[in-house]
């Protein structure tokens, strides 16, 4: 855990830290050379020449709510033709992983992926009808869900197509459209459990429908078992209500699950003995095997990863000869916890261990890295692998492919390579035995 | 910790479940009536007659950087006349804690306090300048800072005239006003100590001066030990580059310490044997004793706690009698980690334990519950206390006020009292004995 101070970092008193110091070569970590105090003296941004050191800023009262700096404008969600399925409305929105810092994505950055657009629901008209094997049918206001008690967890929410475009051979050269059907947040809800003790739910009851209300009626079914254990209907992100595209004012979160079935704008749980057999768990989000048969019932994200920097988008074209440079990557598991993240240079034939980074939390996003020396002219294969306590490792693509074959577009996760050129430009390559 | 299963979670199977089923009572939960299948069939959002499930929703293009649901407009940052000492840059806009969630603050709404305005900093312009008492000086990029071996963590900051208007009575009937000087997020950056390991700092220096590139040139001294400590140079604010108004691209960040210290914009990192004694730490930032001396160089935001639901802006007008609602609150503190928070229902004579929720991390905004049956006619006077890990409890408004007296604006963190009236209507009241 980031936040509590390891007993190495207890122990460095100041006496330890002068013994340390200088062991590091700023050349080497900062990529710089020192500058002369004439140099400082010549420095603009120091010597106060700046054109924003020398006005007055925006009043406090410039943006009562905030937005990014002008500077940040390329950081943005993003979309392309070749994943807008005909309209930008069944469609996706990708996050921008590759400029993600830490375990939180920004409510603006957050992905979004709908199948009828975004839905811009009214929180007065908003009704919440949970129904079917219940001893208390009801219909919520939102004000009366909210008045559940409530529950905030840190979890991912991952498309189970992220990188199901990648079974025959990368098709994007970057980071971003490839793993970037995913982000994470703080949700605060409540437990479904909760309100099913007060409800009463009947002994006979094993599957749920959740059903959206937007236009596409988005409809999944949810054994019971996943609703008593961790399932959440959330009002929360990251400290203030949903966005209208995750579902404002209410969604479902099955922590770790796939991401549809996470349905948003939320108007109906139904109980009942047999599942529903939807279009969008039948005709959509099955995997179709080599046999011609499909897998159907499979929900978790399983243990997954990349690497974010470098990446094509964060190319090492600039890096010295020498130079000592973090590589930082992203892991993550819906069956349960981040126990370690292994790093290839060569493509998954050698790994060495990367060390995990700040919280380590269940079906969450873990960050993960490993400080690299940079050889200019060498040509490597960056491949990074996670385990989870749930006892699972990343398969490569040929252990993948030969049970799945290549037709099933969702539960792809199998591990990635970036080539690192001997420039320093990052491409997206498949390695195959 | 909220996403670890506690045993008692881990011991509910689905027989222990139906078991419990129907404990607690609908009405007194969720405040309402159950509804027949008529009143289900003539509900329009139920029944599919809603505007938003009738028509295609918005592209995923149409926000590639998301904004809040309209019907939000009320949650900002707010400011008044009050606070803004003659204008509205050398002010402050503060968050609305009775609409937080968790203990993620999203960047949009993250208080925001400055000397001279909020600076729009180009971050190819920018530099940061290390130097005095070190092996090395230099002047670093941006790009060359953020090539230090980053870390994450979650962190209030909060500033110290945080409900320092109060110290007489209460002056706003409002809890974002009271308390609201403050939010948490997840920063990344780089501890100091590494950069200083890089350039090597002398044995002699005690004191480093941090220094803003705004007009404000907001400078202060912090004490070396502290640097060595967890002092951090951020870049990045919950997955996302720092807001203009939080310093971008970079800012100091002490945690737990003063806001003010945490100097935005920053510029000018300088190592030395003495303090600088800068204006905004002598004139300002200094608390006056009754003895009419000042007691300076303390730094820490010391335990703290409030109610945030009720609160003047979440009365409980509408609660039936016998409804069971859950009273929510925050508590903090720069000196460690909260072991607990109690609640007084009679303005401090009494208190029971309330429960904390979901992360309990150092120098963090901690969240606390606890489930209160409501009696229409009572007259309640509400009252938190938090203590940490650092031995510390919140004093008595009487306590803090017999040593302090009322003339320091600083280092409030006596006890807080909301009076909830027969009618639920809450009012900000201050008791003395």
Chains 1, 2 share one sequence.
């Not at 399983?302 to 090492?316: A, C, D, G, L």
Request: net charge negative; with cysteine; glycine share 8%.
């Amino acid at each position: 855990m980031d936040n509590k101070k390891s007993k190495e970092e207890q122990s460095i008193d100041r006496r330890d830290f002068f013994r340390k110091t200088a062991a590091m070569s700023v050349t080497a970590l900062a990529g710089t050379s020192l500058l002369s105090s004439n140099a400082m003296a010549d420095d603009p941004a120091i010597m106060n020449h700046t054109a924003w050191g020398q006005k007055w800023g925006d009043p406090v009262t410039a943006n009562l709510y905030g937005v990014p700096s002008a500077y940040e404008h390329n950081v943005t969600r993003r979309n392309t033709k070749l994943l807008a399925s005909g309209n930008f409305r069944a469609s996706i929105a990708v996050t921008p992983i590759h400029e993600s810092q830490g375990i939180i994505t920004p409510n603006g950055l957050f992905f979004s992926r709908s199948h009828g657009g975004t839905a811009h629901v009214d929180p007065n008209e908003y009704r919440l009808m949970i129904h079917g094997l219940v001893e208390k049918p009801i219909v919520l206001t939102l004000a009366q869900l909210k008045r559940y008690p409530s529950v905030t967890r840190t979890h991912f929410i991952e498309c189970p197509a992220n990188g199901g475009q990648e079974w025959r051979g990368p098709q994007f050269n970057s980071v971003q459209f490839a793993k970037g059907f995913m982000a994470s947040a703080e949700w605060t809800g409540v437990y479904i459990k909760t309100i099913l003790e007060d409800l009463g739910l009947k002994p006979e009851a094993q599957w749920m429908l959740a059903e959206g209300s937007d236009n596409s009626k988005m409809g999944r079914t949810v054994p019971v078992d996943k609703v008593l254990d961790d399932a959440m209907i959330v009002w929360g992100q990251n400290g203030e209500a949903l966005r209208p595209e995750q579902g404002y004012p209410v969604r479902l979160l099955l922590p770790g699950w796939e991401g549809n079935l996470c349905v948003k704008w939320l108007r109906r749980l139904e109980f009942a003995t047999e599942p529903w057999y939807c279009k969008e768990e039948t005709s959509k989000y099955t995997d179709l095997k080599p046999t011609g048969k499909a897998i159907q019932h499979f929900y978790a994200n399983e243990v997954n990863s990349t690497v974010v920097s470098p990446s094509p988008e964060i190319p090492w074209t600039d890096l010295e000869d020498g130079a000592v440079v973090e590589i930082e990557g992203l892991a993550w598991s819906g069956m349960g916890t981040i126990t370690g993240v292994d790093l290839s240079f060569d493509g998954g034939k050698n790994y060495v261990e990367a060390k995990l980074k700040g919280l380590v939390l269940p079906k969450s996003w873990t960050r993960w890295s490993f400080m690299h020396t940079y050889k200019k002219g060498d040509r490597l294969l960056l491949t990074s692998r996670a385990m989870d306590d749930a006892g699972y490792i990343q398969p490569t693509i040929d252990e993948e492919v030969s049970i799945m074959g290549v037709e099933a577009v969702y539960h792809r996760n199998a591990v990635e390579t970036w080539e690192v050129t001997k420039t320093g430009e990052v491409n997206h390559v498949q390695i195959r035995s």
